[in-house]
């Protein structure tokens, strides 16, 4: 695994599901994702040529079965506060 990709997933995490002040994605991480989420293919692979990690992490958060347990098996799943 590139030494990246770990962090690429993270910012995607905080990308997906918010900040609870532990490391939101920078302005530019939030953008990039949501550049990644609305390119087509072409496109999509023009943005892995700059930033191969952020896209692989979301082209494999896309393919994982369960959103949740791609991020609880990266370590970066943070459980909602207030629960049991």
Same mark, same amino acid.
């Given at each position: 695994m590139n030494s990246q990709l770990p /962090?690429?997933?993270?910012?995607?995490?905080w990308w997906q599901y918010g900040s609870e002040?532990?490391?939101?994605?920078?302005?530019?991480?939030? @953008?990039?994702?949501?550049?990644?989420h609305k390119a087509d293919p072409e496109n999509k692979a023009r943005?892995?040529? @700059?930033?191969?990690?952020?896209?692989?992490?979301?082209?494999?958060w896309c393919a994982a079965e369960d959103p949740v347990q791609f991020f609880k098996d990266a370590g970066v799943? /943070?459980?909602? /506060? @207030?629960?049991?």
């Open positions: /962090k690429a997933i993270e910012q995607l995490y002040g532990d490391g939101p994605p920078t302005n530019f991480h939030s @953008g990039l994702f949501s550049l990644i943005l892995a040529v @700059g930033f191969p990690n952020e896209v692989m992490a979301w082209q494999l799943w /943070k459980e909602p /506060k @207030g629960l049991p």
